[in-house]
């Protein structure tokens, strides 16, 4: 029985919420990102441990899913939509100044956390394509000028 | 009474109705004008892209584009208008300095039928009193009461209800397979993964009138014999996730969902499932491993989950907006629906209109209306100087109406016979500059990183089509790359094992079928 003290307590009110049920298991993972940042090995073991799933069958799993995270989240999280009505209105423009700003290709992460670039295939909001989202802040109807001042402005 | 309605559905919350909303609540109250002016957040109102909005009861004035200052002397106008008089026809002495009054006799409006939207902007999706106010649970407490399970799968098949999550398939026609099989612990699940890239129907729907899908949701329970039900949704969705967890709370608590409703021996309860960011998890038997908690890879069918599904049990699943459709159907009666729409398809189908028009949103209209309507009509065509190439319908699994083919009626099977599908609801507006071949490529590109990698057909397929697309979008493809998409495409849909690869090709094909120059003008290699 886990107590108070013991490694990933945080996570102890979602497992008993689903019994410890193995169908719980992406409810759990959702869970567990939000609680510690990403999915670390001791994390992931911890998760099955306590769902008597087996290691492979946890990581099978979390690995399929894109929204799932196995190193912390970027400094800077830099995001591009590229769905459909962003795209079509000038995404790849975007895309090509955050690869240039940033200094990285697209789906990658500076080796020392500092930034990360990716996209996301629509943000639901498509009147305003298209559309960029770095950390909390979206921008909409985004420039590719606007965007490269954007990016110089981020701290390093 | 004077009413104030704000959007607050995510389009208009990303244009700051959130803080519009806090103005005018400040406003109202330092006003002590609380008991005299209801103020309430509403889903989506429709034009999108002219938000913030806010309308304004009992006329049902719509305002766009409405910033803070307006916000206070709006309120300060509705004031002096109380004060005076308490003649709400008081003409309102008010214009906004920023924002404009739309014209609600414009097509954008006078074109709709809202049926499954018809509360949507009209109630503050987080207070169940206010649905229960225009009927909400009423119509599952009427057949609770009244009905026999098989009455209600009858009204569905009579209705002509086609399911709204891309394929068509016969609501009724479902329902009563789902019934038919033994077993008393069914399940229900609501598909609201809508992972077509630029759609956002059921988003607004889940945002503006949760209730109304919960309710569709016990009444298919009660219809085909289920307890349980999932909600299956998107993690993107954020906004609707919180407000579907707080509709559900707020319907156990005043005995809408949960054991013996409404004083019968029914009872249904109804869990959230967030997905993980996979397309393919829409497909439904995807769907159902992945509620399983394990990966959301599609299997064979049969069995249908009709027969197999979620814990081996037999399965009913809808989309959103199906489920939407049932309490009015009800409500009205099936000959009511049926008469809206086409003898083949019935009713309404909201679209999210996106892309190169000029009045982008979300519009609910019946059934056959045509698609120059809603492109040139509603949305006012492309923006200055520019026209409408074609419009893309069905997302990844869709294609391509050329503009000389608006004509065209949106109805299932006139949209198929173009080569394209109804699909959810997505309609992206393309204008003459748009490249038709990166189009497809970018279908292509989606299609690839998607396949969940199960089959060789999609798995290396896509891998192949998208290859030579990038061939040819690079000036070095030759007509034999040409006749190899075509071959490869057509055997990439008749041998993969789901939806996802059956359908990975038809961008490509509908852009090949209408804009064939588009694809000659860039090869180069003889
Ligand atoms: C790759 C793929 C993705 C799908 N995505 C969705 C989706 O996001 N939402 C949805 O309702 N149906 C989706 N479907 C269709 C579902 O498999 C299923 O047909 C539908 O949910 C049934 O509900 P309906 O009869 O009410 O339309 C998808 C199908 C495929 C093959
Ligand atoms: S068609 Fe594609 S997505 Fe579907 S099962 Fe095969 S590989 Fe997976
Ligand atoms: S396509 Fe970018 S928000 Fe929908
Ligand atoms: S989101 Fe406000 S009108 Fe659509």
């Known amino acids: 029985m886990a107590t108070a003290s013991a490694p990933f307590a945080a996570l102890e009110p979602l497992l008993r919420r689903h019994h410890g049920r193995a169908d719980a298991l992406i409810e759990v993972l959702h869970g567990a990102q939000q609680c510690y940042g990403h999915l670390s090995d001791p994390l992931l073991r911890h998760v099955a441990a306590r769902l008597q799933l087996p290691l492979s069958r946890v990581k099978g799993t979390a690995s399929f899913y894109h929204l799932f995270r196995f190193q912390p989240p970027a400094r800077h999280r830099c995001v591009v939509c590229t769905g459909t009505a962003c795209q079509i209105q000038g995404a790849p423009a975007l895309v090509a100044a955050m690869e240039e700003g940033l200094g990285l290709k697209l789906g990658a992460r500076r080796g020392d956390g500092w930034a990360s670039l990716s996209e996301v295939r629509c943000l639901g909001t498509c009147s305003d394509a298209p559309l960029v989202q770095i950390d909390d802040s979206i921008g909409r109807q985004q420039t590719v000028a606007g965007l490269r001042r954007w990016l110089q402005e981020l701290e390093p | 009474m004077t009413g104030l309605r704000c959007c607050a559905s995510a389009g208009c919350l990303a244009r700051g109705s959130g803080a519009l909303m806090g103005v005018l609540e400040t406003a109202i109250s330092r006003g002590e004008l609380g008991d005299q002016i209801q103020l309430r957040p509403v889903g989506c109102l429709g034009p999108c892209s002219q938000g913030p909005l806010l309308a304004l009861d009992p006329d049902g004035d719509l305002y766009a584009g409405v910033d803070p200052q307006d916000a206070e002397t709006l309120v300060a106008a509705l004031a002096r208008r109380l004060h005076q008089s308490s003649d709400q026809a008081t003409p309102l002495e008010w214009a906004p300095a920023r924002g404009e009054r739309l014209d609600l006799r414009a097509p954008f409006f006078q074109r709709q039928r809202r049926i499954v939207l018809e509360h949507c902007g009209l109630i503050d999706p987080t207070d169940l009193e206010q649905a229960i106010a225009v009927g909400a649970y009423g119509q599952l407490e009427r057949v609770l009461q009244s009905w026999s399970p098989e009455q209600v799968v009858t009204e569905l098949q009579r209705s002509g209800l086609r399911g709204r999550g891309g394929a068509g398939y016969p609501t009724g026609l479902k329902w009563a397979t789902v019934a038919r099989m033994p077993g008393a612990r069914k399940v229900v699940v609501c598909n609201a993964d809508e992972g077509d890239p630029g759609a956002f129907m059921d988003r607004a729907v889940l945002e503006g009138d949760p209730h109304r899908v919960l309710e569709g949701m016990a009444i298919a329970a009660y219809a085909v014999g289920a307890d349980h039900g999932f909600i299956y949704i998107r993690a993107e969705y954020e906004l609707a996730i919180e407000r579907l967890r707080l509709a559900i709370e707020q319907a156990v608590d005043r005995g809408r969902l949960g054991a013996a409703l409404f004083g019968t021996g029914f009872g249904f309860t109804l869990e959230l499932r967030v997905g993980a960011g996979a397309y393919v998890c829409g497909e439904e038997t995807a769907l159902i491993a992945s509620i399983e908690g394990k990966r959301g890879t599609p299997r064979p069918r049969p069995p249908y989950p009709a027969e197999l599904g ?141 396949s969940c990698g199960k089959c060789v057909p999609c798995r290396a397929g896509t891998v192949q089509l998208h290859g030579l697309l990038e061939k040819i979008l690079a000036g070095q493809a030759s007509q034999a790359d040409l006749d190899q998409l075509e071959t490869l495409g057509a055997m990439v849909m008749d041998t993969s094992l789901c939806g996802l690869g059956q359908s990975a090709p038809k961008p490509m094909l509908s852009t090949l079928r209408y804009f064939r120059g588009d694809y000659l003008a860039r090869l180069g290699a003889p």
């Not at chain 2, 869709?398 to 394209?420: F, I, K, M, N």
Request: charged share 15%; with cysteine; hydrophobic share 40%.
């Open chain 2, 310 to 450: 979620v814990g081996g049990r037999p399965t009913l699943i809808n989309n959103v907006e199906t489920f939407a459709n049932v309490a009015p159907i009800l409500r009205e009666g099936a000959d009511w629906f049926a008469a809206i729409g086409t003898a083949g398809s019935s009713g309404t189908k909201v679209f999210s209109l996106t892309g190169h028009v000029r009045r982008g949103g979300l519009v609910e209209v019946p059934m056959g209306t045509s698609l120059a309507t809603v492109v040139l009509e509603m949305g006012e065509g492309s923006p200055h100087g520019s026209a409408v190439k074609a419009v893309q319908t069905g997302g990844p699994s869709g294609g391509c109406v050329p503009a000389d083919r608006l004509d065209t009626r949106l109805d299932y099977e006139s949209l198929q016979s173009l080569g394209t599908i109804m699909g959810s609801g997505g309609m992206v507006v393309l204008d003459q500059n748009t490249d038709m071949v990166a189009l497809a490529a970018y279908f292509m590109a989606f299609c690839r990183e998607e």
